[in-house]
C-alpha cells in the first residue's frame, strides 16, 4: 500500500498526467500497471522538493527530458542496484570468445569501442575495464580502447565517475581483484586511476535519444543488461533497432537472462555458449546462422536420446529462437514422458512467442507435475501482469517467493542458465510492485 501521501495523489487528477510523463520520458511501461507505487515514489519527490504536485508538474513540463525534476523522477523510478562483475558467466564469455573475435576482426585498424549502455552506479564498465587491463593489457597495447558508458540517471552516473563502492558492490571480487584494481577507502574502496582512465561517462536516454557513435563509427560490443525488461514490446523494438544500427557487422550484444525472446533473434544471431548465450549481429551478406557449441536438434524427441540430452537440445533450439521446432520437440518429449514437468515447462517457453495464452496451459501443466516449480510460478507472474490481470500475477507472486524463501540468495536455479534465487526474488519483487 502507499504511504498517506502517495494515496493522496493517487486520487489528484494531476497525477494522470504525471504518470504519462513518466512513461514518456523513461520509456518504462513497467509503470503502466503500478499507479499506487508510482504515486508512493513521486510523494517522496514532491515531499524532498516542497511544492504541491501541480507546481512541479509545471517545473517538470517546462523543462523538457533534461533538468533537475526530471532527473529527481528519474531517480524515484529507476533500480540502480548492480555489483562487480555481476553474471560472471556472461564476462567469461566476453573474455573467452567475444574480444577474441573482436581484437582478430580489428587487427588492421587496431581500435575496440565497447558501450556499456544502462551502466548505472559504473560497476559493469568498470569491470570490463578491469577485464582488459589485467588479461588484454599486452596484446592491446599499441590499440585505442574507448569504453562509453551511459545511463539516464545522473545520480548514478556521479555515482561511477566518483568510483567510490561500499562492500556490498565489491563482495564477489576475488581478494587479489581487489588488492589490485581498488584503493581502500575508509570502509570504501574506490577503483584505482589505471582501470578509471579509460571509461567515459555521459548521461544518455535509450528511449529519447539517438544511440551515440563511437570515433570508429561503430561499437564492436555493446552491454545493455537489465534495461530491455522495463519498456514495453514497441519500445524494446525500437531500442534493439538503434543497437542494431550502431554495433558493427559480426559485432556482440550483451542482455540478461531475463531479456531474451524472439525480438532479439529477429536482429541478431544467437551464440550458444557452454554457460550462457550471447548475440551477435550478422556480418553483410552473410547467412544468418547462430554459432552451434551443441548438437542440432532433432524436430521430434528420438527414441533413444536421453532425457538429459532433450532437455539440452530444447535450451539450444529456444536460445537460438528456432521456437517451432523447440515446440516439436518438447510435444515429442512430452509423449514420451508425460508425467515429467520439464517437457512441459519448456513447451511453456517455446509457445509464448506463439500463443500466451497456449504457454500459460503449458506452465500449469508444469505445475500440476510439480507444483513448487518456481520459474513456471515466475513465467506465469510475469504473463499475467503483462496483460493486466493482476489478481492471478499477485497469485504467482506470492508462490514465487514462498518457494524461494527457503533458498540461498546464491543458489542456481535449474533452466535458468545461472540465474540465483536472490535475483529472481528481486526480479519478481519489481514485478509484483512489493517492496
Request: net charge neutral; with cysteine; hydrophobic share 45%.
Amino acid at each position: 500500500m502507499p504511504n498517506p501521501k502517495g494515496a493522496r495523489l493517487l486520487r489528484d487528477p494531476i497525477f494522470a498526467r504525471i504518470k504519462a510523463i513518466t512513461i514518456e520520458r523513461t520509456g518504462m511501461a513497467y509503470w503502466s500497471d503500478k499507479d499506487e507505487a508510482l504515486a508512493d515514489a513521486v510523494a517522496h519527490v514532491l515531499e524532498r522538493r516542497g511544492m504541491p504536485a501541480a507546481q512541479w508538474l509545471g517545473k517538470l513540463a517546462a523543462e523538457g527530458s533534461c533538468g533537475v525534476e526530471t532527473d529527481l523522477l528519474v531517480d524515484a523510478v529507476t533500480v540502480g542496484e548492480t555489483f562487480f562483475f555481476r553474471y560472471p558467466e556472461q564476462f567469461e564469455a566476453i573474455e573467452r570468445h567475444a574480444l577474441p573475435d573482436i581484437m582478430a576482426r580489428n587487427r588492421g585498424r587496431r581500435t575496440l569501442s565497447l558501450w556499456s549502455a544502462g551502466c548505472s552506479n559504473g560497476a559493469e564498465p568498470y569491470s570490463l575495464s578491469i577485464l582488459l587491463e589485467r588479461d588484454f593489457a599486452v596484446k592491446l597495447a599499441d590499440w585505442r580502447v574507448g569504453i562509453l558508458a551511459t545511463d539516464i540517471s545522473h545520480t548514478a552516473l556521479a555515482e561511477a565517475q566518483a568510483g567510490i563502492y561500499g562492500e556490498w558492490t565489491v563482495r564477489d571480487l576475488p581478494p587479489e581483484v581487489r588488492r589490485e584494481c581498488f584503493a581502500p577507502l575508509g570502509n570504501k574502496w574506490q577503483v584505482r586511476s589505471r582501470y578509471r582512465k579509460g571509461v567515459h561517462f555521459v548521461c544518455h536516454n535509450l528511449v529519447a535519444e539517438p544511440p551515440p557513435l563511437p570515433l570508429a563509427g561503430h561499437f564492436d560490443l555493446i552491454m545493455c543488461r537489465n534495461v530491455l525488461m522495463y519498456f514495453d514490446m514497441e519500445t524494446r523494438s525500437r531500442v534493439l533497432a538503434g543497437l542494431h544500427n550502431v554495433l558493427a557487422d559480426g559485432g556482440w550484444l550483451v542482455v540478461s537472462h531475463a531479456e531474451a525472446g524472439p525480438q532479439l533473434g529477429s536482429q541478431f544471431a544467437p551464440v550458444v555458449l557452454p554457460s550462457c548465450t550471447l548475440y551477435r549481429k550478422p556480418p553483410v551478406k552473410a547467412v544468418r546462422a547462430p554459432v552451434k557449441l551443441l548438437p542440432a536438434a532433432p524436430a521430434v524427441a528420438g527414441p533413444l536420446l536421453p532425457e538429459a540430452d532433450l532437455e539440452a537440445l530444447a535450451r539450444t533450439l529456444l536460445d537460438q529462437g528456432e521456437f517451432t521446432r523447440a515446440v516439436a520437440l518438447c510435444r515429442g518429449w512430452i509423449d514420451r514422458s508425460p508425467l515429467d514437468p520439464s517437457p512441459h515447462y519448456h513447451l511453456g517457453l517455446a509457445l509464448e512467442a506463439m500463443s500466451e495464452d497456449q504457454a500459460i496451459a503449458a506452465y500449469r501443466r508444469a505445475l500440476s507435475l510439480a507444483p513448487h516449480l518456481v520459474l513456471a510460478h515466475f513465467n506465469l507472474l510475469r504473463l499475467f501482469q503483462r496483460r493486466g490481470e493482476r489478481a492471478q500475477a499477485r497469485r504467482h507472486f506470492v508462490a514465487v517467493m514462498a518457494d524461494l524463501a527457503g533458498m540461498p540468495e546464491d543458489h542456481k536455479l535449474p533452466w535458468a542458465t545461472n540465474l540465483t534465487a536472490g535475483e529472481l526474488a528481486a526480479i519478481a519483487r519489481r514485478l509484483g510492485d512489493v517492496p
